[in-house]
């Protein structure tokens, strides 16, 4: 390998390693992001117990992951915005509150492809075990 291309993999994996720093930043101290792991996890050990199909699967993990992801954003907004912009101001008030609505669009989504996904296997569950 010649020393260009070997800077630039070096350049990539120090790259992923600040990601993963991110990544592992949010987990750590954003409360929010806390509470869509663990609403996750729960619903992953439920697509276990009721069995979802591959596609179920697809489309549960791409909602969890549009939602970790709104939040993601939502915090970084939120960090730029005390960092360029501590005092009061009505546009920091608008991107905040703009970037805190992408989080609860992403939310609404998430309950309503849970509730399609999810309640009618439930409700097929229960049904069985009235029998
Ligand atoms: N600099 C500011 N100027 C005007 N309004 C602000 C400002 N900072 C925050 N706000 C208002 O307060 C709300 C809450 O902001 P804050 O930064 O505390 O985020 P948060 O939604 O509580 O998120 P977190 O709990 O993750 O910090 C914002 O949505 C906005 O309406």
């Known amino acids: 390998m010649n020393s260009g291309s070997h800077d630039k993999s070096k350049k990539r994996s120090i790259g992923f390693i600040y990601a993963w720093n991110g990544l592992a930043n949010m987990i750590k101290s954003e409360r929010n992001f806390q509470i869509h792991i663990f609403s996750a996890v729960i619903v992953i050990v439920i697509g276990f117990i009721v069995r979802l199909s591959t596609l179920e699967w ?3 993990l791409l909602v ?5 992801v709104t939040e993601m954003v939502n915090t970084a907004i939120e960090k730029i915005i005390d ?6 101001h009505p546009d920091a008030k608008m991107i905040k509150d703009v970037a805190a609505g992408a989080v609860l669009v992403s939310a609404i989504i998430a309950a309503i492809v849970g509730f399609l996904i999810f309640l ?3 409700i097929s569950i229960m049904r069985l075990f009235s029998l």
């Open 64 to 68: 969890i992951g549009f939602v970790l």
């Open 83 to 88: 960092y360029l912009k501590p005092d009061i």
């Open 120 to 122: 009618p296997k439930l």
């Open 58 to 60: 697809s489309i549960v």
